[in-house]
């Protein structure tokens, strides 16, 4: 049995191995991560996929960004699930609990960079996206929205920027350099 709830601070370890897991150590250098680097995600919108014994097997977290002027939204990812337990339906479960949580909370769109074919499912299109911009290098064919609210994103027009509140910085033990807590930001987020 698989439990889905929300991420749990004790699991910021876990998460970053899952993480470089699924995606390699490349995956910070992404256009996404930029909108989501040193920030905190969305209040609730951070799930954990865990076996009936606990372990860590997938997670997916939304962010608050606008989508051009004036148009707050979500950034949907990333969506990670263990190799080993790929392919029955927990990404599936995961983003379905995410865009159902972020409805009942009011927001109002969700955008995202993935592969249509997959998120389609679930109402995303690039079709939306036409006209926004990432601040870097991203393939145009993979940027996908979804409006959670008829007409969200009509007209949306420009550069997509990250809005969320900031991480709290921490002293770095060893150096005394002041540096990201992932700890700190997994806590508040929960």
Wanted: net charge positive; aromatic share 4%.
């Amino acid at each position: 049995m698989i439990r889905i709830d929300r991420e749990a601070p004790a699991e910021a370890g876990a998460r970053e191995s899952l993480l470089d897991l699924a995606f390699g150590r490349g995956r910070r250098k992404k256009t996404s991560e930029r909108l989501r680097n040193g920030r905190l995600p969305a209040e609730g919108l951070s799930l954990s996929a865990r076996t009936k014994a606990g372990r860590l097997i997938g997670t997916l977290r939304l962010w608050h960004i606008s989508a051009g002027a004036d148009r707050p939204s979500l950034l949907l990812g990333p969506l990670a699930v263990d190799p080993s337990y790929r392919r029955r339906g927990i990404g599936t479960a995961l983003t379905r609990v995410a865009l159902s949580r972020a409805m009942e909370l009011g927001h109002r769109a969700v955008l995202l960079v993935g592969d249509e074919p997959y998120y389609k499912r679930f109402g995303f299109s690039r079709a939306l996206t036409e006209h926004l911009r990432l601040p870097g290098p991203f393939e145009r064919e993979r940027f996908l929205a979804l409006e959670l609210v008829a007409g969200a994103l009509s007209d949306a027009r420009g550069m997509v920027a990250a809005t969320g509140e900031m991480a709290p910085l921490a002293p770095e033990k060893s150096t005394g350099i002041a540096a990201k807590s992932l700890t700190s930001r997994v806590r508040r987020a929960s």
